[in-house]
């Protein structure tokens, strides 16, 4: 097999922290400077990253800057919990900051910041490591020479610090020479599929088709579909799945034709203190996210917006869940928990 690499990275720290405004994807490629958490939380609630991995690794990054401005360890507690509460859904954000403020607190103040720089890419590597592991797992997954596989929103490596999670298995299998094409939903209202997936398969070389996303049904039913892999923003302890709005229905719509659904997600992903999909917080958004598109009005302002940006899927649905330490399958609190510790 070719080596399994990407040309796309979302974020990076040359002396201070940078990253990819993908609200500007595909049509520019402005990298941002981060001077702080301030910065930092802004963006990730702006949407100039997301992913759950990738957001982790800003706030932790941006944990570390902050420390070089200054090591008093109760500002950085405030420091940190702001981060943590950007957005609300995604678990890595809030294990990222902790475990950059617990290499904080376990140093002598004047090594503070090299330490504090020092866990947060170490976290980068192990994300970076956990994506072609989850890349290989789940490729293992799926036989057949020639496969064609949906997904939706964007778990590639805009989302993350390495390949991508279900874009991981997807360049996996492109590497080993068995995709035969990548159908990615345009994922309303922000449109990451269309904006990001789309532009990271055709800046790597990957065949890819985008699709509305009410056209997947009739895809699915079609049967050219081997699997749809999505990725997760938080995986609860009994295998429930927080992920881009859209997925639940794909889920619905995958087991009535039996398709299988694959999620694909690193063990900083799942939160096995949350016992159920319904106890796990779904960020609303802005309303103007539905009634505008790239700025342009497509409803009346005055209309009211349901604008969730997750939705759960429950585990009865999930074919396999993917970690860096294997697959769960079938779905069950106890399978869930032998891959996520």
């Avoid at 874009?167 to 599929?193: D, F, K, T």
């Amino acid at each position: 097999m070719a080596e399994v690499t990407t040309a796309v990275v979302a974020l990076r720290w040359r002396d201070s922290l940078e990253l990819l405004d993908q609200r500007r994807l595909p049509g520019e490629e402005r990298w941002l400077p981060v001077p702080g958490a301030a910065a930092a939380a802004r963006l990730i609630r702006a949407l100039a990253v997301r992913g759950a991995p990738a957001i982790g690794l800003v706030a932790a990054y941006a944990l570390a800057e902050e420390v070089r401005r200054g090591s008093d360890l109760a500002r950085l507690r405030r420091v940190a919990r702001r981060l943590a509460a950007a957005r609300p859904t995604a678990v890595n954000l809030a294990s990222a900051v902790a475990g950059v403020m617990a290499a904080i607190a376990a140093t002598p103040e004047s090594e503070r910041f090299e330490r504090a720089l020092a866990a947060a890419r170490a976290q980068h590597a192990a994300d970076a490591a956990a994506c072609l592991a989850i890349g290989e797992h789940g490729a293992a997954l799926l036989a057949g020479e020639r496969l064609s596989v949906l997904t939706h929103c964007n778990a590639g490596a805009l989302a993350t610090g390495g390949i991508g999670t279900a874009l991981g298995v997807v360049r996996v299998l492109h590497a080993q020479g068995r995709l035969e094409r990548l159908y990615a939903c345009e994922a309303r209202p922000v449109l990451q599929g269309a904006r990001l997936t789309a532009w990271e398969a055709v800046r790597d070389g990957i065949p890819v088709t985008l699709l509305a996303d009410s056209a997947a049904a009739s895809l699915l039913a079609s049967g050219v579909i081997a699997a749809v892999i999505v990725g997760a923003d938080r995986i609860a302890a009994d295998g429930a799945v927080a992920n881009k709005v859209g997925t639940y229905p794909l889920a619905v719509l995958a087991a009535r034709h039996g398709v299988p659904l694959i999620v694909a997600a690193p063990v900083t992903t799942f939160d096995l203190t949350c016992p159920d999909g319904a106890a796990i917080p779904i960020e609303q958004r802005h309303a103007d996210e539905v009634r505008l598109v790239r700025g342009r009005a497509v409803a009346p302002a005055a209309v009211a917006v349901f604008n969730p940006a997750f939705d759960v899927t429950p585990p009865e649905l999930v074919w396999a869940i993917v970690s860096e330490r294997g697959a769960a399958r079938p779905v069950t609190p106890a399978s869930v928990a032998k891959v996520a510790r």
